[in-house]
């Protein structure tokens, strides 16, 4: 029997869960083993024309990771969506919107002027931005376009399964590919994790008091949080408590909070919604100017709470004051 | 410029042993305001979490108001102090999303505030209908993509 034929695609992410895979470290052996890479932007030269000639079915899964950002990405995912019966979100740029998610938070128009304009290193003074379409002394240039939002990848294209994580740890990807070779897939629109919050699994639950109040956000780049202690106890923002587990607690081990990069639990709408419920309950403050005082140690709400989901969140972007161009 | 066609819809959480009697009061006393506030009876203005608020305003409306006992009324004793502590820090979140923090209103409001509970209605409608209408879908449709 031939074997199956899986393919990877990046759009807008960092190359982080390219790595994972050579993470697998010799059990990448065992996966090139049972299955063949045939499209690997990372690694193999591959075009578009020849995944337009595959057969619809040809190459059984597409790990994509990444957010959509291009045009160009769009036509890639949309493609392979065609062709490929299982299409998997790879990664929390996939899965949620990820880091380049958060570009929801400002605009196109303000990422131009930052990157175009604004920066120090760009000397531009006829102020070009990039076009779809331009022409220069009869030379024509056609470049995707650049949405005006980050995209995670089930708000373009159907997906079937969800492996989260930045990037998705390799058991979990060694897991899966375990799970569709043997047959013994999940049901669909799973997300490959546990359906329990971190803090289940956290090493440091143990020392997390019964009940604990937080006088003031602490950050850790101004304070080093103790190696053994609950972080939410210390003052420290961790998204543990609406995070789903099954990460292995890699940055936990690390003496870093969780970041969110699992995205929320099966049971939470919005993680960063339902960390302001959780955290409020731990304040100290019993008057208004001491619960403002409260709020304010948390610099940066959306930036924290939404690290990792901003485009997949109930309000999904910043709304700007003032039409776009 | 003040709208005064927009009615704006206002989701009201209101505290079952204070807010909630309150606007019971206004009602019975025959006090007059504006039929603009959709009122959900909670148990504790604790009890509300800020996904309530903010999956009130994604669906179309336009404020919320989150009303419960006075400090140091709560039937749960502390519950209040959860709201209150809460209410900043979602504030400082819609500020980042863009959202008029003027949107959303904490207030305390007892029993027997009737006469409160009709002002802070009336004030918070005009308060909205100076704002505009917010249409949070649709407002951000503007600032994404089709796809």
């Not at chain 1, 970041?259 to 403050?285: V, Y």
């Not at chain 2, 102090?81 to 959202?99: E, H, S, T, V, W």
């Amino acid at each position: 029997m031939a074997k199956p034929k899986v393919a990877f695609y990046w759009c807008a992410s960092c190359g982080g869960c390219e790595e994972t895979i050579v993470d697998l470290a010799e059990d990448v052996l065992k996966v090139v083993e049972a299955v063949d890479i045939v499209l690997w932007p990372v690694a193999l030269d591959y075009k578009l024309e020849h995944v337009k000639a595959w057969q619809p079915g040809e190459v059984t899964v597409a790990f994509i990771n990444g957010t959509v950002r291009l045009s160009e990405q769009l036509e890639w995912v949309r493609l392979l969506r065609e062709k490929c019966p299982f299409v998997i979100a790879f990664g929390s740029c996939a899965h949620l919107g990820g880091i380049p998610g958060l570009a929801n938070a400002t605009s196109r128009a303000e990422i131009f002027a930052n990157k175009y304009h604004r920066s120090p290193t760009i000397d531009n003074p006829q102020k070009a931005v990039p076009l779809i379409s331009s022409s220069v002394d009869g030379h024509h240039l056609d470049l995707p376009e650049f949405f005006k939002d980050a995209k995670p990848l089930d708000q373009v294209i159907p997906v079937d399964y969800y492996l989260p994580g930045c990037p998705p740890p390799p058991e979990n990807v060694a897991a899966a590919f375990t799970a569709i070779l043997e047959n013994k897939l999940p049901p669909k629109c799973s997300v490959i994790g546990v359906d329990k919050a971190l803090c289940e699994s956290c090493p440091r639950n143990e020392t997390k008091p019964d009940d604990f109040t937080i006088t003031r956000f602490k950050r850790v780049a101004t304070s080093t949080p103790d190696p053994e202690k609950c972080f939410l106890a210390e003052g420290f923002l961790c998204m543990g408590p609406a995070t789903r587990g099954g990460c292995g607690e890699r940055c936990i081990k690390g003496n870093m909070p969780c970041r969110g990069c699992f995205g929320p639990t099966p049971d939470t709408l919005d993680a960063g919604l339902k960390m302001i419920s959780a955290i409020a309950s731990h304040g100290e403050a019993d008057t208004e100017e001491a619960a403002k005082a409260f709020a304010d140690s948390l610099v940066d709400p959306l930036g924290t709470l939404y690290r990792f989901s901003l485009p997949a969140s109930m309000l999904r972007r910043r709304a700007m004051a003032g039409a776009e161009q | 410029m003040v709208d005064q066609q927009f009615e704006p819809k206002i989701v009201g959480f209101l505290c079952r042993w204070c807010s909630y009697t309150g606007a019971d009061l206004a009602g019975t006393s025959r006090m007059q305001y504006p039929p603009n506030l959709a009122a959900i009876r909670v148990m504790c203005s604790g009890r509300v979490d800020p996904t309530f608020v903010v999956k009130a305003l994604q669906d179309g409306a336009d404020g919320v108001l989150i009303a419960g006992c006075h400090p140091g009324d709560c039937h749960y004793s502390e519950g209040n102090y959860k709201a209150m502590r809460r209410y900043p820090m979602l504030l400082n979140l819609l500020d980042q999303f863009g959202i008029d923090r003027r949107r959303v209103r904490l207030e305390w409001i007892s029993a027997s505030e009737g006469e409160m509970f009709a002002r802070v209605v009336s004030e918070f409608t005009q308060q909205l209908k100076t704002l505009g209408p917010l249409r949070w879908p649709h407002t951000i449709e503007q600032f994404c993509s089709p796809a």
